[in-house]
Structures are given as C-alpha cells and as structure tokens.
C-alpha cells in the first residue's frame, strides 16, 4: 500500500523499520514531501488544518464538553461524592503554603496518612489565584483532554489520519472517561496524560521517554508505582536493548511502593499504618459479594466495546493488570462494575494496546485480519458514540441541563449567610459551596469541635427540629438554632457552649 493511501486514511499503514535504526524501533510512514502536497488553500487558516494538529483539536473538543460537564453539574449541586471536597481541602493547604490538611476525614487530618498524592501540589498556584472548586474541575477537564493528544498521535502515526481521529474519538468519548468525569475530582486525572504518553513512546520505540514518563506515576497515587513498573516490564519485552532502562523503571516503581506503603503513609497516619489494607483479603476471585460473573462483566466492558478483545494481542495490556489486580485481592464491591472513576485509568491502556495491535494485524499475513484492522477503528468510534447515548456526555444535548432551577438559587443564598472562616460540619451537598472559605467537617465527625455551623440536607422526612436535636446530642453542652432552610437544605447556627 502506498503512504499517500496510508495517510488519507485508506488502509492500514505498513510502518517498517528504516535503515540504521535502532532494533525494535518504529518508525512511521514518511510524511509526504513539502513540495508535492497540494497548494495551501484557506490563506494562513490553512496551518490550522494540518494534520499535526488533529489531535489538539480533538482533545479542545473534548475539554469543551469534559468541563461543560463538570460546570453544569456544580451549578446545580449535583456533587456525587465528598471526595471533590476531599481534594479541594487538600490543594487549599498546598496553596496557602502549608500541610494538605483535610478535615473532612476528620480534624487535622493530613492527606499523605491516606492516600500519597502529592502531585497536587500542582494545582496550588492556580487554586490560590481561583480559590473555587471549578478550579480543580477545570483542571481535571485540561487532564483528561490532553491523554487524548498521544493516543490519537499514535493511532494517526500507525493508521492514517482518518482512522487516528476514529481512535482518538472513540477513547474521548469511552465509557471510562465519562463516568469519571461524572465523578466531580478525583487525582487520577494525573495518571491518564503520564500513562498516555508512557504508552505512546512504548508503541514509537522511545524507550527513554516511556520511562520518564512512566517513573512520575509513583507521585500521583500509592499503587501506580506498580503500574510504572509494569510499564518497565512491557519495554523489557518490547526491546531487550532496552534492559537497563527497563530494570530501573521496575525497581524504582516497586521500591517506590513499598517505601509509601510501610513508611511514608504511616508515618502522616495517626494510626502508624495503611488504612486500606482492610479492603485486602476475602474468598471467592474477587472477594465476598462480587461473583466472577460481575468480575467478567466488568473486564468485557473494559475490552469489548473499546477495542473488539483485539487489544489481547498486545503486550501493551500488561499495564492494565496491577489496577485489575488488586481489584481481585479485594472485597470492595465499588471497583467492579463500570461507575465511579475507577475504570479510567485502564482506557489510556487498552486504546494504546489497540493502537499497537492493529499495527500489526495491518501487516499480518492473513487476509480476515487485515480487514478487521481496517474496520475495527470506526466501530470502535460507532461504539462510543452508541454507548454515549446513556452516559454522562449525553446530557449535554438536552435543554434541561442548561437550567439552573431556582431552588439551588435559594440554596446558595442561604449557604451564603455561613460567615468566611467558621467551623462547618456538612454532608455531600453543600461542602462544596463552603470548603473554599470555611472549616468544613464531615457529618458526625468533628472528634469533640463543636463547629459554628451545621449545614445539611434534609432527607428521609426529617423536620429542622429533629436535625436541630441530633445536633445537640452530637455536641453535648451546645445549643443550635435554625438560621434558614432552602431547597432541602438546613443551616443550624450555634448559639451558645464551648
């Protein structure tokens, strides 16, 4: 096939490996010569539409809808979880240039106890100029949008523009980023840019910088330094030039692990341990409550609809098994099934292993093969685009989503009447209005403080008074009054004790 087919998008690419380059190195179809591409029509808007820039366009497209999304969602308190309160608590003591302090898992508690991430630290400049939880949603939004550059980089390198964009649309829009986004903040909206573009220079044969890119990982959460080294065993098979390198990234990624786990958390831990080793153990393939049917089903949904299985022809995959892994010496019944974030992390992966797999069923001798190779990126992107139709993004094509009812009007307005500073205790709803500007505890877990505030939702038909007297039994030898309810929603103030 010739390049210029490859490159519009005709068929598969037949990248081969050019004359003195390094043994398991590829290289992509030369891009065709200055001098014989068609005139430059459009004047100067014509460099915009250079196919260089596809996967720019693709992933500002994608940042559009990712933090349109997220928008929406906090201008109508639809938050799904404390955890966006968690991480803002956590980048407001990195922005004020002291300990990531998070109350809401209890009074002075020091994020490092629980989870190590300290790559949020990142997001203290720009948090310290925009004090908002719309901060760290836009940034989340900018994170999962740039993972998409490399993966569409490589699908376009290997399969031609056309069918780049399918694979680069098909990972935007795969059911993993979407529940993610879903899910307000959370940190390992780090991990899909630095596992993207580990992975892409893995396909390209850049040894070096898959490494560097994949030795960070360790910064962005406990567990993901067994990914890095996963990664390094995926360059040991890929290139055994490669060894040393690969063998470095493996025992750092490992020792990095180890090191956070036995010192470091338990150290910032009251408790001298890790908290989540609790969530380790149980009988059955992946602990009690979760049969190997839910098991299978969430691997199918992992590699069925994003790559057609055809990814378990890539060694590439072998990244994906510590997050699967520690799923099944779990009993955690939440990271099985597709919601949550937790299925994220895998897409830059699998797609990437697609990317890889499709290379070289391009070039496979059986005939069947190559036309799944050339077929398989637009059913992958029809499959996403079917699937969006119930998922989150889905929303952002109905009116309804784009009105804020009057009622969350009323709620803010009340929540505002919460003095900058005071000590709140809250439930999901509203602390993401008041983490930014007060002390914010979560419900029943202030450990003795007796906060200036309460500000909860009233759920299950309780009555303000029924709330005011659970208050008052939380905090013996205080007394609360009703400041205001609106939208469901009651501030208690205090109004006498210690």
């Not at 199918?300 to 055809?310: E, I, Q």
């Not at 450990?447 to 009233?458: E, F, K, M, S, T």
Request: proline share 8%; charged share 15%.
């Amino acid at each position: 096939m010739d390049t210029a087919a490859a490159t519009a998008g005709a068929g598969p690419a037949v990248p081969g490996t050019a004359t003195g380059a390094p043994p398991g190195q590829r290289t992509a179809p030369p891009d065709i010569p200055r001098a014989a591409q068609p005139a430059a029509r459009g004047g100067r808007f014509a460099a915009w539409r250079a196919p260089r820039l596809d996967p720019w366009w693709l992933a500002a497209l994608l940042f559009a809808a990712y933090a349109t999304l997220s928008l929406l969602r906090h201008l109508t308190m639809s938050t799904a979880s404390w955890d966006l309160g968690i991480f803002e608590q956590a980048v407001r003591g990195y922005a004020h240039l002291g300990a990531p302090i998070v109350d809401l898992k209890g009074p002075g508690t020091n994020i490092l106890g629980d989870h190590f991430s300290p790559v949020l630290i990142l997001l203290a400049p720009l948090y310290r100029l925009l004090p908002s939880p719309l901060t760290l949603l836009a940034a989340q939004a900018a994170l999962f949008a740039l993972s998409s550059v490399p993966v569409t980089r490589a699908a376009a390198r290997y399969l031609g523009r056309a069918r780049g964009l399918a694979v680069g649309g098909a990972y935007g829009l795969s059911w993993g980023l979407q529940k993610a986004v879903d899910f307000d903040f959370h940190e390992i909206a780090f991990a899909l840019p630095l596992l993207a573009f580990a992975l892409e220079a893995v396909v390209r044969g850049r040894w070096t910088a898959a490494v560097c890119w994949a030795a960070p990982l360790v910064l962005v959460k406990e567990d993901l330094g067994v990914t890095a080294a996963a990664i390094g065993v995926v360059v040991l098979v890929r290139a055994r030039q490669a060894l040393p390198l690969a063998v470095a990234l493996v025992g750092f990624g490992l020792a990095a692990t180890a090191v956070t786990l036995g010192v470091i958390i338990p150290g910032f831990n009251g408790t001298g341990s890790y908290d989540y080793w609790s969530k380790l153990g149980g009988d059955g393939a992946a602990g009690p409550g979760i049969g190997a049917g839910e098991a299978l089903h969430t691997l199918l949904w992992v590699l069925l609809p994003t790559t057609g299985l055809l990814a378990l022809r890539s060694p590439l995959l072998l990244a994906a098994v510590p997050t699967l892994g520690w799923r099944f010496v779990s009993h955690e019944p939440h990271y099985w099934g597709i919601d949550w974030h937790y299925n994220a992390v895998l897409m830059p992966v699998v797609f990437l292993a697609l990317v890889d797999a499709l290379e070289r069923a391009g070039r496979s001798p059986r005939p069947w093969l190559r036309s799944l190779a050339g077929q398989l990126p637009a059913a992958t992107l029809a499959a996403a685009l079917a699937l969006t139709t119930t998922l989150p993004l889905a929303r952002l094509t109905e009116p309804a989503t784009y009105r804020v009812p009057p009622e969350v009007a009323a709620a803010e307005r009340l929540l505002a009447t919460v003095p900058d500073g005071a000590s709140v205790e809250a439930d999901i709803r509203p602390l993401s209005r008041l983490v930014s500007r007060t002390r914010v505890f979560w419900i029943g877990d202030t450990r003795g403080i007796a906060p200036d505030y309460i500000a909860v939702q009233l759920s299950d038909g309780r009555t303000p008074e029924q709330v005011r007297t659970e208050a008052e039994q939380r905090h013996p030898h205080t007394r609360y009054a009703v400041s205001g309810t609106a939208a469901e929603l009651l501030v208690l103030r205090r109004t006498s004790g210690p």
